[in-house]
Nanobody, 114 residues
């Protein structure tokens, strides 16, 4: 079984920055893709950023140039550096990884005050 523990969410003023972390633990042989999604009440969960096993990345248009996803394979951890945050970025952020199966974190709240 694999567990994901997220950290780094919180309250920030518009224009500020936060760094989210998601560490995977348990029986892990290798992690393929890793990513971050976010969800606000009444809306579907949306992809924010993904980093593939080879290191390539992909971002939602709304965060390009502001967010950076990275990973530390030795630590089984994925990060999301979020800069120039706006109130529209406020959401619950979920990390996601794929091994043989897909796993989700429990979510971490990001609140951006205007």
């Amino acid at each position: 079984q694999v567990q994901l523990v997220e950290s780094g969410g919180g309250l920030v003023q518009a224009g500020g920055s936060l760094r989210l972390s998601c560490a995977a633990s348990g029986t892990i042989f290798s992690i393929n893709d890793m990513g971050w999604y976010r969800q606000t009440p009444g809306k579907q969960r949306e992809l924010v950023a993904i980093i593939f096993s080879g290191g390539d990345t992909n971002y939602a248009d709304s965060v390009k140039g502001r967010f950076t996803i990275s990973r530390d394979n030795a630590k089984h951890t994925v990060y999301l550096q979020m800069n120039s945050l706006t109130p529209e970025d406020a959401a619950v952020y979920y990390c996601w990884i794929t091994t043989r199966y897909s796993y989700w974190g429990q979510g971490t709240q990001v609140t951006v005050s205007s």
